[in-house]
């Protein structure tokens, strides 16, 4: 099991830039969520999928967020155009299909936009 | 709409010596409850979890916690830390919904 996997680990931008993180879920969870860390905020959900499917999108932010999942092993968080209040560390989580399932974190994208 | 609250932002204890992290959650229905350690630059990691049956859950690390419904409580307890055990942990409650709520996490220092 190779756990969550995201790209890139780090990430600098200028503002206006188009940001892409990415995110590979674990094989056979059905649930995939896109966290955002920051120190003033905590940990806030951003959108949820469910068997590829947005569930719950009322935690992103902006019309500059988006996301896909365009497959059971891939979703996309995209931010276009960035701004510096943008800088955090993004996660990506999954979950097998069972609301009593833990989450499973990947080690997070950390976006720095200048 | 579900809570959670971890009352302690920074805890410092000695090592070898005991722990104790607190959490309060609101949730109108039986609570499904997690403890996470993140670790710097990763993600968050599974301690343990409650459903339901016995109130005193053991996780990993020699973790345990145990769910009090009369205080609303889900405390995080260790009888001796270890130096690796410095990091932040949060505790989540999770909702019919599939989403889990998280605290704002409390940061462990621990002193050699």
């Known amino acids: 099991d190779a756990g969550v996997i995201q790209s890139p680990r780090h990430e600098v931008t200028e503002m206006g830039q188009e940001v892409t993180l990415r995110c590979k879920p674990i094989s056979g969870h059905n649930s995939l969520f896109w966290y955002r860390q920051t120190m003033m905020r905590g940990l806030e959900l951003l959108i949820y999928?469910?068997?590829?499917?947005?569930?719950?999108d009322s935690g992103m932010p902006e019309d500059r967020f988006s996301a896909k999942m365009p497959n059971a092993s891939f979703s996309t968080l995209k931010i276009q155009p960035s701004e510096p209040r943008d800088s955090a560390v993004y996660f990506c989580a999954s979950q097998r299909n069972s609301y009593n399932s833990p989450l499973h974190f990947g080690n997070g994208t950390r976006l720095t936009v200048t | 709409a579900q809570s959670v609250t971890q009352p302690d932002i920074h805890i410092t204890v000695s090592e070898g010596a005991s722990l104790e992290l607190r959490c309060n959650y609101s949730y109108g229905a039986t609570p499904y409850l997690f403890w996470y350690v993140q670790s710097p630059g990763q993600g968050l990691q599974l301690l343990l979890k409650?459903?339901?049956?016995?109130?005193l859950v053991q996780g990993i690390k020699g973790f345990e916690a145990e769910f009090k419904r009369s205080q609303s409580s889900f405390n995080l307890r260790k009888p001796s830390v270890h130096w690796s055990d410095a990091a932040e942990y949060f505790c989540a409650v999770d909702t019919n919904a599939g989403k889990s709520t998280f605290g704002d996490g409390t940061t462990l220092t621990v002193k050699p």
């Open positions: 409650y459903f339901s049956g016995d109130t």
């Open positions: 999928f469910n068997n590829n499917v947005p569930i719950d």
